[in-house]
């Protein structure tokens, strides 16, 4: 589903549905073995669920090619200085 239109379904659900839609969902995806080994590898490296750790990189795979005006992160916060002296 393209941003837009997962914006025009938000924008349309009921206000229950639109905080249910805000939780974490469940997928099932298909990889090729060589991402599935490197997959296990990390997520041992790492003490995660392999789970885990194919969740964390697709986040971070998501907000790295997502426009910044889309993602909504609570991690970033952005801070406007005013300078009420005029010169």
Known sequence: MTQERLLQARNQASPSLALASRKPQRVTITVPWSTYQTLIKASDEQGRSLSNMAAYWLE??????????????????????LNSQDG
């Open 60 to 81: 971070r795979q998501a907000d790295a090619m997502a426009p910044e005006r889309f993602v909504a992160s609570p991690r970033r916060h952005h801070t406007i200085h």
